[in-house]
């Protein structure tokens, strides 16, 4: 759990800032593909640093924030197939390729977050207090 939010963390921390180079963003497309702008890197960066924190706290913490990311980037990416052309939220720079890579971010933090290790982590807890 605490590695897939680092995982996060880690990844978004790349992109918003590897997004800010000007040698990695032709006509405003980082690596060419993703249409970013200065606010679009800083909501990673912001989201990427919660991430980390995260992951590097508790496994409750770890978990939260998966889901909370995970909700955040699905509704993001769900707007994002939505709104093609025009800015996101009415501020952010964004286009489909956007939207896909947000789909991808949301689904696997909502499965770190809500799925995986969730009862398993509660079951040997119990296990552990009970062998005491």
Same mark, same amino acid.
Do not use: C
């Given at each position: 759990?605490?590695?897939?939010? !680092? %995982?996060?963390?880690?990844v978004l921390l790349l992109i918003g800032s +590897?997004?800010?180079?000007? =040698? +990695?963003?032709?006509?405003?497309?980082?690596?060419?593909?993703?249409?970013?702008?200065?606010?679009?890197n800083l909501l990673h960066l912001l989201t990427?640093? *919660?991430? !980390?924190?995260?992951?590097a706290g508790s496994r409750f913490g770890a978990?939260? =924030? +998966?889901? %909370?990311?995970? @909700?955040?980037?699905?509704?993001?990416?769900?707007?994002?197939?939505?709104?093609?052309?025009?800015?996101?939220?009415?501020?952010?720079?964004?286009?489909?390729?956007?939207?896909? +890579?947000?789909?991808? @971010?949301?689904?696997?933090? !909502?499965?770190? /977050?809500? *799925?995986?290790? /969730? =009862?398993? *982590? $509660?079951?040997?807890?119990?296990?552990? $207090?009970?062998?005491?």
């Open positions: 759990m605490r590695y897939a939010a !680092l %995982v996060v963390g880690i +590897l997004a800010a180079f000007p =040698s +990695l963003t032709p006509d405003g497309r980082f690596l060419g593909i993703f249409l970013v702008d200065p606010l679009h990427g640093f *919660v991430a !980390l924190i995260a992951g978990r939260m =924030s +998966l889901r %909370v990311l995970g @909700i955040f980037f699905f509704i993001l990416a769900v707007i994002g197939f939505y709104t093609q052309g025009a800015l996101l939220l009415g501020v952010i720079a964004h286009n489909r390729a956007d939207a896909w +890579l947000h789909l991808g @971010i949301g689904l696997f933090s !909502l499965f770190f /977050g809500f *799925v995986w290790g /969730g =009862s398993r *982590v $509660r079951d040997l807890s119990l296990e552990k $207090r009970r062998a005491v």
